[in-house]
């Protein structure tokens, strides 16, 4: 079993930062990618980056390529989005997800909480 706790959301104004931190409680054979998702009331939940644990690559999607990063630190077993140039349009509760490999579906095992970034104008 796999426990995930995200922090560091908040409150900033437009063009703000953030960063958020998952820290996994272990990775067990077969964790080898972990994903960052977001979601709005009524929405479904989105993925906006992972990376892969092993090789240390990553995914964005392209609706904040340009202004997130995903990264990680494997001795803490955390994985990290900074996010800059925040907009309204980001405000969102952020959940990270674990498995075994990027899956399209999102079906992921193992999730965390989630953590609000509320961004005002």
């Known amino acids: 079993q796999v426990q995930l706790v995200e922090s560091g959301g908040g409150s900033v104004q437009t063009g703000g930062s953030l960063r958020l931190s998952c820290a996994a409680s272990?990775?067990?054979?077969?964790?080898?990618?972990m994903a960052w998702f977001r979601q709005t009331p009524g929405k479904e939940r989105m993925e906006v980056a992972g990376?892969?644990?092993?090789?240390?690559?990553?995914y964005r999607d392209f609706s904040v390529k340009d202004r997130f990063t995903v990264s990680q630190d494997k001795a803490k077993k955390t994985m990290y989005l900074q996010m800059n140039s925040l907009k309204p349009e980001d405000t969102a509760m952020y959940y990270c997800?674990?498995?075994?490999?990027?899956?399209?579906?999102?079906?992921?095992?193992?999730w965390g909480q989630g953590t609000q970034v509320t961004v005002s104008s």
């Open positions: 997800a674990a498995g075994a490999r990027r899956l399209s579906t999102g079906a992921y095992a193992y």
């Open positions: 272990t990775y067990t054979v077969g964790i080898d990618y």
């Open positions: 990376i892969w644990i092993g090789s240390g690559s990553t």
